[in-house]
Structures are given as structure tokens and as C-alpha cells.
């Protein structure tokens, strides 16, 4: 390699300039590299240019953009190790590399040109780098008209790539801006469909209170719950519209493993599968079970929800409990103020497709009971010291809450486990129902 100058002639700079107010007037990456190898092949009076993008993460070389490769298909990306070849060499140096006679220099990769009928005499590569040392890339320049590349090439060649580097790292960040703009704005649009799915009252059935909660960790979560009112007629269960009075409900709470976008679908799916079943006059134990074998179908490998299914009939005051990992489930009987944790009955949806386990027997609900249903973000929010909120801060709650609404209790419950976490942000969602029988019916 020839020593610099750093000075270009006055014809040069006009062009360098010129190629700089071009990639200053786009913000398109492929625009851009476009203008780049454009640049780099007619101000060099060479054959062909091409720029390898860095990526860093991969440790790779790769190109879309060049002379003779198609820039429409994807499958024509090249990419090679950081490490590999000339351009390899060039990365790792940060050092224009010149070399006169290819087919003389060890690291050509001759293959290339036997696969593509190119013959390759000599090159220029030139680092694409940007103030602070980053490394943008490489451009590789190609076959020289009438020789050679020189010292004066070399200078040209390093002003362009200044350039470039600055303009491809504007580009790639407003991509990266764009691109998180759009997911941002997708995240949204999921927690505002995800939401609309909860229920937005609870039902009314004379001498019971029930309330419902669910807050996510992120935008959205993969905790989900539902209360849907229903009226008997025979054996058919009849869902009444929100703010009817009803005679019972069905009640679900599903937390699938992990949070964000991916749970928060599979926890919707789950819930309209339990919607679907109760229109149609499906019962409990056959909702579970269908539920179960299509979430085996869809879920990914290692991911799986507990979830938790009630039916609260007012007319034999008794729950129909089935629990599919989602465990406790708290029973607090008020005549002798003892809580029951009642235990999941089988292992989460999602993992083996045949249930091992029936739906346990009614549970009678006297007045001044509570059923709590409580998904583990509550138990497992932390202290920074690690300590978590636990279940018996729960069972102190609701024997101190007694006399209290479904509401009521559940308020002191968020309450306090707010107090106690302080202000770290919530690791997991909170999702909770709770089911009162009233002491006085016409409360």
C-alpha cells in the first residue's frame, strides 16, 4: 500500500463531494449502498464494487448490494466470516488492503470466480469506519481499467468510505428507529385487543360478590381472566349480556409461562376456546380437555398454561373447581375463619395431550365465604433481598379482610403487595379472581 498524502487533487474532492451530498439527500439503506458502489466503481475507473455490512453480533461480512449480484433476491446475500479472506483481513486491520495481482495472493478466494465465469485482477479494500473506531463494513473495489490500483486511488477510496460509513450508520439507525416505532406501535394494538378481551363488569348474581383484576409486567401480558354470567334452563347453561342478573357464571384465570406478546396469544386462544365451550353447552371437564389437546398442538415446545375453571351456581350455593396447575386455590371459611389450600388436580395445558384427572366435587360455599384465585405474580413478587410475598401474607389478608367485599379484599391484597415489593417494577403479571358468598343476602 502506497503512503498517504491526504490531500486529494481539486477534480477529485469535487467528485468525493458531490457522491457526499448524494448519500447525505437518502435515508434508504439500499439507496445508499447503491450510491456507494456506484461511486466507488466510477470514481476509481474500476469494474466493480461492492460493500459488506458488518454485523457485529454474528461476527460476519454480508452483502445485498454489489456489481453483478442481484439485489432482488434475497437468497443472493453473501455472507463470510469477519475473519475470511481479503475483505476478512481488511475488517480485522482497519487498514486499506491493495492488492495488484489477485490469482498472486494466497488469501483470493479463487473459487468464486470459477462459480460466477468472473475473472478477478486486482483489488482495493477499503474499511468502512465512523468516528470512535466502529466498524460499519468493507468495501471492495474490482479490476482496475488499465491496471493497477494506486496511491491516488487509495486516497480517493478512503475519502469515500468515510463518507460512506457516516451515511449507512444514519441510515441503519433510522431503520432501527423505524423499526421499533412499528413494533412499539404493534405492542400497543396487542394490548388494547388483549384488554378489550377482559371482562369490563362482573356478573350479577343475587347474594354473591365476585371480582376480577389482571396487570401485566410488560405492554402485554400472559395472564388472562374471564367471568361470564349464565342463566339454567333445563341443563343448558344460557350466557346473559354484562349488567343482567344472572344465576351463576363461569369464571377462568390462565397464566402461560413467560410474558409479553407470544403468552399474552396463547392465553387469548385459551380464553376464547372456554367462551366457545360454554355458547355451545359444553361441560367443564370436556372444555379442559379440548383445551388442553389443542394448546399441545400450538403451543411451542417447553411452553404451557395453568389455568384455573369455576362454576358458581347460586341456586345450590356450590363451585365446581377445575384446576390445571394453578395452584393455590384459596378456600375461606368463614364460619370457623380456616383457610383451605386446595391443590391443582393436573398438570398444566399444553404439556400432555390426554388430562389425568376429573373435576373434583362441587364445593359448597356458605355465607361469609370466599374462594381467591390468585395467579403467581402476587406469591412470587420479591423484595430486592429476594424475599417474596408468600402465601401466608395472603391467608393474613383474608382472615383480616372478613366482612369485607370481593372487591374490597382484593384492593388490600394489591395493597400490600405493593407495600412490600416498594418500587421495583413487577417481575411477573398479577391476575386475580375472588368469589364471595354474602353473610346477608340482600347486601
Sequence with gaps: MSEPSHRLPQDALRRVLAVARKLGASDHLDEILGVIIDAM???????????????????????????????????????????????????????????????????????????????????????????????????????????????????????????????????????????REKLERDIELARRMQQQTFPTSVPRIPGYDIAGFSEPADQTGGDAFDLVGFVRRGQDLIVVEPNEPATGAMMFLADATGHGLGPALSVTQARSMLRMGLRVGVGVRSIAEHMNRQLCDDLPAGRFITAWIGLLDQGSHTLLSFSAGQAPLLHHRARDDEIVSVPAQTMPFGIMPDLDADVAPPLALEPGDAFIVLSDGFYEAARPSGEQFGEQRVYDLVRASRGLSASELLANIRAACREFTGPIEAADDQTAIIVKRLEWPGR
Excluded at 465465469?117 to 468516528?131: A, D, K, Q
Aim: proline residues 3%.
Design 41 to 179: 466503481r466510477d470514481l476509481l475507473r474500476a469494474d466493480r464494487a461492492t460493500v459488506f455490512e458488518y454485523d457485529k453480533a454474528a461476527n460476519q461480512l454480508f452483502t445485498t448490494v454489489a456489481h453483478g449480484l442481484s439485489g432482488g433476491d434475497a437468497s443472493a446475500c453473501i455472507r463470510i466470516p469477519a475473519t475470511a479472506g481479503i475483505a476478512g483481513q481488511c475488517a480485522q486491520s482497519r487498514a486499506i488492503i491493495n492488492v495488484p495481482d489477485a490469482y498472486a495472493d494466497a488469501r483470493f478466494n479463487q473459487a468464486v470466480d470459477r462459480s460466477t465465469g468472473y475473472r478477478t485482477r486486482s483489488i482495493l479494500t477499503i474499511p468502512l469506519e465512523v468516528v470512535g473506531g466502529d466498524l460499519i463494513g468493507v468495501a471492495q473495489v474490482l479490476n482496475k481499467d488499465g491496471g493497477p490500483f494506486d496511491g491516488a486511488d487509495e486516497e480517493i477510496a478512503g475519502a469515500l468510505a468515510a463518507q460512506a460509513a457516516v451515511a449507512i450508520r444514519r441510515a441503519r439507525l433510522l431503520e432501527d428507529r423505524l423499526m
